[in-house]
């Protein structure tokens, strides 16, 4: 699609994934939010390789999802430990399920996503990474439990 712009659906999809990647990377090799951050908007979000150019994304979205995931890190990982199977605290499940909770969390924490598109849009990023597993299923699930807990004004919940 060369001169056209990509659609605001697809540049949130893609911080999303970006995302999460981040989160990941942060892990799995001790990396500070800052330095992720400055390399994916640096060397990964739109920029070309031998494979062609990586996708753009909605890189105020990237950045918000990054720090408020590092900002509410606990408030989330406890949220996602109570949507798990008690003996499946989330230090013990995979870490891209691990990224992606987070990912999502940090989106549930503040009002500017409505939990329902927060959930549909992190299934699909467990269908794109297990495409044949039951991870989609078990992603839909723990975040209906977090999104509840996080934003029980948006089920309509009465919680005076």
Known sequence: MSGGKPDRRALSAAARLYAVQALFQMEAAGQSADRVQREFQTYRIGAEDED????????????????????????????TDRGLVAKWPIDRIDPVLRALFRAAGAELVTPATPPKVVITEYVRLAQAFFPDGR???????????????????????ATS
Do not use: M, Y
Not at 61 to 76: G, M, N, P
């Open 52 to 79: 062609g150019p990586a996708p753009e994304a909605d890189e105020a979205l990237f950045s918000r999802i990054l720090d408020d995931a590092v900002t509410w890190q606990s408030k989330i990982d406890q949220a």
């Open 135 to 157: 991870e989609p299923k078990f992603v839909n699930a723990v975040l209906d439990h977090v999104a509840r807990e996080l934003r029980p004004d948006a089920f309509g919940a």
